[in-house]
Every structure is written in C-alpha cells, then in structure tokens.
C-alpha cells in the first residue's frame, strides 16, 4: 500500500508497522524547527523520518528498527524521497544502539511500542513493534539520556493510561515534559493517546486537547486537517 503526502510516497508493504495515524500525528506535531540532528527510533516504513525531513531541510535524520524488513523498506523509501543525502536508516535495538553510538541528537523522536500486559500480536515482527518487552520506558529514557543534547528535546506518542509512568520514568532521567497534547478520537470519547515532548529541564506549560474526528462517523476535525496539512495531498 502507498501513502501519498505532498513531497513524498510512502511503501509499507513489509514493514513491521504500518502507517498509522499516531505516526501522522507525531511527525505533524513534533518541533524539529532548530535541530540540525533527529532521532527515529522504531520507525518501521520510515514515515516519521520522512516527515522530518520534510519539516527541516537542514536535518540530519538517522533511522533505527529492531526489525530487518521494515529497515529494508525505510530505506528505499528513503533513496526515493529527496532528501536521501539526510536520511540513514539502521537495524538495531535501541538499548544497543545508545550504548554504542558517540555523537548525540537535537531531537530523539517515537512512536514506540505500547502494550505491555495484552495477548500477543500473531506475527513476531508486529508484536516486537508493538510491546514494550522489547523497549521499555526505563530503557527509553535511559539511552535518551546518553544521546541527547542539553538543549535537544524528545517527542513521545503514546497511550494516555501509560503517560503517568512515562513521565515517572523520565524524571528519574532529569528528563521533563514540557509540552502536552492529549489525543481525542472524536468528542464524548476519552483520552487515548497522549503526545508529549520532554526536555533537561523543568518549565511550565498547560496541556491542550486535540480531536482527531468531529464525531463518530464524521471527517477530520478542522484541528487535524490544519495539523498534518502539509503532508496529505
């Protein structure tokens, strides 16, 4: 299946995660304007990678994935977008790749694996990229810490009934949220996803809500379309 945003076409045949619409979200959200480095880990097809460089033309992006295929179609994926100068896409593991890589990163950036306790997906590739037993958020945030910049920033897309341990998490890292959107399917309905920014210090700030949908069964929320409009066609 192709995905066609305004500069690029996206492949996610064999990827381990395909486009969805937290990946939309979290490349349409996340502040990459003054970050000459960025960070995807778990970026599956390479659409997160792809937006950013999109979003910065300056941006040197650097693409990791636990998983051979979905590095395999990042890649071509990346050589036939036009920014394949500024995008590098590896198959590691996070925990392997923070204790070994020298250089650090403006911005780290994740859509990462959420569910922890739930019946396992029936491919491995797809419950690797969906489970935190093979990236936790301790590990997350651990080797964030080493790679960061002191001024960098991390963004986070993840479930709003995980996000209170996330932030616990990242503050034992002297990492803290200083941005919140909470993601709303559509009104009447709970919060399901939050995005979250963190940097390596406190700062204040008030967290905002975010509709996907006007309501059940309807199109996206003038909110969404102003959002992500720079990528859809």
């Known amino acids: 299946m192709i995905f066609r945003f305004k500069q ?3 492949s996610h045949a064999n990827s381990s995660m395909k486009v969805g619409t937290d990946a939309v979200i979290i ?7 003054n970050s000459q480095t960025i960070l995807d880990i778990g970026t ?5 990678a792809l937006m950013m460089a999109q979003k910065n033309s300056e941006a040197h ?7 051979e295929d979905s590095i395999h179609e990042a890649s071509q994926n990346f050589e036939q ?10 198959c590691i593991a996070f925990q392997n790749f923070g204790l070994n890589y020298q250089n650090h990163f403006d ?6 694996p959420f ?3 739930s019946t396992p997906a029936p491919e491995k590739a797809r419950h690797n990229a969906r489970h935190t037993d093979t990236l936790t958020a301790d590990d997350f945030f651990k080797n964030s810490k080493l790679l960061l910049t002191k001024s960098g920033k991390i963004s986070l897309i993840i479930p709003f009934y995980t996000s209170n341990d996330w932030i616990k998490t990242a503050e034992k890292y002297n990492l803290f949220p200083s941005r919140i959107t909470n993601v709303i399917s559509y009104p009447d309905k709970p919060i399901e996803r939050i995005l979250i920014e963190f940097l390596n210090k406190k700062s204040s700030f ?14 996206y929320s003038d909110d969404y379309v102003e959002l992500t409009n720079n990528f859809y066609l």
């Open 44 to 48: 599956g097809s390479g659409i997160i």
């Open 8 to 10: 690029f076409s996206v």
């Open 81 to 90: 977008s036009a920014w394949s100068e500024r995008l590098e896409a590896e």
């Open 61 to 67: 992006i650097k693409a990791i994935d636990i998983d």
């Open 107 to 112: 911005h780290i950036i994740s859509n990462p």
């Open 115 to 117: 569910f922890s306790k």
């Open 206 to 219: 008030e967290a905002k809500e975010f509709y996907i949908r006007k309501g059940k069964g309807l199109g």
């Open 27 to 33: 490349g349409s959200w996340a502040d990459v304007k």
